[in-house]
């Protein structure tokens, strides 16, 4: 079993910036992608940005945030970061951290084994 751990939400003034943290534990080896998925009220779960270590660390953003939010971390330390800058209000929503094992590109919920239980941001004056 993994588990997930999230921190870093919070509340921020448009245009401010956040830094999300997700550390994977309890498997003994390496994983093949760390994704960011993310949640508004009465939403469908949408991607977000994916890192792929099996891919020597290649990213992807969706459009929405491209520019404006940089994933990065460690794949010894199974620990994955998303610095967010820039907020918008349509940027509030739960942040979900999941983690996968085969050379899925990580755009895709089903590409997930396990996801962590989320964490809240909010984006308002």
């Known amino acids: 079993q993994v588990q997930l751990v999230e921190s870093g939400g919070g509340l921020v003034q448009p245009g401010g910036s956040l830094r999300l943290s997700c550390t994977a534990s309890?498997?003994?080896?390496?994983?093949?992608?760390m994704g960011w998925f993310r949640q508004a009220p009465g939403q469908e779960r949408e991607f977000v940005s994916v890192?792929?270590?099996?891919?020597?660390?290649?990213?992807t953003y969706a459009d929405s945030v491209k520019g404006r939010f940089t994933i990065s971390g460690d794949n010894d330390k199974n620990t994955v970061y998303l610095q967010m800058n820039a907020l918008k209000p349509e940027d509030t929503a739960v942040y979900y951290c999941?983690?996968?094992?085969?050379?899925?590109?990580?755009?895709?919920?089903?590409?997930?084994?396990?996801w962590g239980q989320g964490t809240q941001v909010t984006v308002s004056s």
């Open positions: 890192i792929r270590w099996w891919s020597g660390g290649s990213t």
């Open positions: 999941g983690v996968g094992y085969n050379r899925y590109g990580g755009r895709f919920q089903t590409e997930y084994a396990y």
């Open positions: 309890g498997r003994t080896f390496s994983s093949s992608f």
